[in-house]
């Protein structure tokens, strides 16, 4: 997982996506560069784990929401 968030911020580093435009606030702010590519990480990593609990969050609503099986009823 490290390694795919790394990715992705050196990707985005360079220009392709959004995280270009926090590297530079974060380097304006007097960030080095590495501290700032970390700090990249740890963003993307909060979005990513933002998104996992929307999706778990989505997928609980969506199972309490489900019919019960008559099998199961009869039970």
């Given at each position: 997982?490290?390694?795919?968030?790394?990715?992705?911020?050196?990707?985005?580093?360079?220009?392709?996506?959004?995280?270009?435009?926090?590297?530079?606030?974060?380097?304006?702010r007097g960030k080095?560069?590495?501290?700032?590519?970390?700090?990249?990480?740890?963003?993307?990593?909060?979005?990513?784990?933002?998104?996992?609990?929307?999706?778990?969050?989505?997928?609980?609503?969506?199972?309490?929401?489900?019919?019960?099986?008559?099998?199961?009823?009869a039970a």
């Amino acid at each position: 997982m490290n390694y795919a968030l790394h990715m992705i911020a050196v990707t985005q580093a360079r220009g392709i996506g959004p995280g270009r435009a926090y590297l530079d606030k974060q380097t304006g702010r007097g960030k080095d560069r590495v501290a700032a590519l970390r700090l990249l990480r740890r963003h993307l990593s909060d979005v990513v784990f933002a998104s996992l609990r929307t999706d778990n969050a989505t997928k609980a609503e969506l199972d309490d929401n489900l019919p019960t099986p008559a099998f199961a009823a009869a039970a």
